[in-house]
Structures are given as structure tokens and as C-alpha cells.
């Protein structure tokens, strides 16, 4: 079965980075999209970027997080990363990756990455 | 602020339908999504108004316009969850989330 599993729960300084991972299995990875959202606490949904998990490995980011945000992958082991660098209080949420099995139809998710930013 | 538009709440009695709407997009490619308190979303509606597998039949999509809409007919305790559309846009950012309708079952 298809399977979607984050890394562990971080805890960050304001301007510290952090990489969250997302392992898939059950499935080609180089096959579909994976996008990251996230979630601030009691907050709705938020689109980050996506990449294209075959060899171009292209992405695109939402202009909020232009320059902040940064996602690769790595084939070889069926993994994508979402790196947000310079982070702040405002970053504080669960990240999820979800793979998009054809525009949008985000089909399977991970457990989430709770990401908390705190002095 | 989100870029899709849908109502904060929405309730309904045991065995009633309830109807979320969601509006700012034209396209065809939306998408409807289930997430219960503490759990990763789940897709129960794309592409307006096809169903993946083991979705139950209780839960339908339509558009009219730029407005989407989903439908939950006889509700069920387990529907009580926060519904999010999402749409796919020629802009960026190119995926649009709405700001979630939480579903009260009376």
C-alpha cells in the first residue's frame, strides 16, 4: 500500500533552518508529484510548493515562501525534503507532503511534521 | 486571507444532508478534502465530482460557475470533520486552498 512517512517532530530558533523528510513507499515514486503543505495551529490549509519527482526534478514554489523555501528528492531512496530556512514564529505549524496522483488529486498524505519555532 | 471563499461552519441533523460551498475558481480540477482534529487530510472528492475508491456515495461534488460545492447527504457522526476545497490556478500560487468549513452533526 502506499505510504507517505514524515520525519519527527522539530523544534527551532527564530533564523534557524529546518528539513523535513517524506519516505514513500507501495508506489513509483518518480510517477507522481509530491507537494508540501502546511498547517498553523487551529489554522486552515496552505500550499508551499511541489517538485516533479522524475529526473527533471523540477518544483515550484507559492511567491510567499520564494526564497525561503527550498524541495529536492532523492530517487534512489523514494524521498522528498522541504527545507524553510530564516524561520519565525509565523512558521510554527505541521508540515505535510502529499503525493498528487494527477492535478491536485492529492490521494495520500504523510502524518505531518509538527515544526515549532520558539526562542 | 484565503483565495477560495467557503462559510467557517455548517451543521445538520443525524441522517441530513449538509451542502459546503466554495467559491473563487472556475477551473475543473477541484478537490475536496476530509481532516479530523489531529489527523492528515483526506481526499474525498477531485475533479469537481468523482469519488476515489472507498469514499462513501454520500459525499458529492458539483460546480456551477466559479462556485464549487459539496454535499453530504445523510450525515453520519462520523462526517463531523473541517472540509477544505482546493483548486488548481493559472497564477501563483497555482494550488488555492479555502479556509475550511467545519461540519457539526446535530
Known amino acids: 500500500q502506499v505510504q507517505l512517512v514524515q520525519?519527527?517532530?522539530?523544534?527551532?530558533?527564530?533564523?534557524?533552518?529546518?528539513?523535513?523528510?517524506?519516505?514513500t513507499s507501495g508506489y513509483t515514486f518518480s510517477a507522481y508529484y509530491i507537494h508540501w503543505v502546511r498547517q498553523a495551529p487551529g489554522q486552515g490549509l496552505e500550499w508551499m510548493?511541489?517538485?516533479n519527482?522524475?529526473?527533471?526534478?523540477?518544483?515550484?514554489?507559492?511567491?510567499k515562501f520564494q526564497g525561503r523555501v527550498t524541495v529536492t528528492r532523492d530517487t534512489s531512496i523514494s524521498t522528498a525534503y522541504m527545507e524553510l530556512s530564516r524561520l519565525t514564529s509565523d512558521d510554527t505549524a505541521v508540515y505535510y507532503c502529499t503525493r498528487d496522483m494527477y492535478m491536485i488529486q492529492f490521494d495520500s498524505w504523510g502524518q505531518g511534521t509538527l515544526v515549532t519555532v520558539s526562542s | 486571507q484565503s483565495a477560495l471563499t467557503q462559510p467557517p461552519s455548517a451543521s445538520g441533523s443525524s441522517g441530513q444532508s449538509v451542502t459546503i460551498s466554495c467559491t473563487g475558481s472556475s477551473s475543473d480540477y477541484v478537490s475536496w478534502l476530509q481532516q479530523h482534529p489531529g489527523k492528515a487530510p483526506k481526499l474525498i472528492i477531485y475533479e469537481?465530482?468523482?469519488r476515489p475508491s472507498g469514499v462513501p456515495d454520500r459525499f458529492s461534488g458539483s460546480k456551477s460557475g466559479n462556485t464549487a460545492s459539496l454535499t453530504v447527504?445523510?450525515?453520519q457522526a462520523e462526517d463531523e470533520?473541517?472540509?477544505?476545497?482546493?483548486?488548481?490556478?493559472?497564477s501563483n500560487p497555482p494550488v488555492l486552498?479555502?479556509?475550511?468549513t467545519?461540519?457539526?452533526v446535530l
Open chain 2, 48 to 50: 469537481v465530482s468523482k
Open chain 1, 7 to 23: 520525519s519527527g517532530a522539530e523544534v527551532k530558533k527564530p533564523g534557524a533552518s529546518v528539513k523535513v523528510s517524506c519516505k
Open chain 2, 73 to 75: 447527504s445523510g450525515l
Open chain 2, 81 to 90: 470533520a473541517d472540509y477544505y476545497c482546493t483548486s488548481y490556478a493559472a
Open chain 2, 97 to 100: 486552498f479555502g479556509g475550511g
Open chain 1, 49 to 51: 510548493g511541489w517538485i
Open chain 2, 102 to 104: 467545519k461540519v457539526t
Open chain 1, 53 to 63: 519527482t522524475n529526473s527533471g526534478g523540477g518544483t515550484k514554489y507559492a511567491q
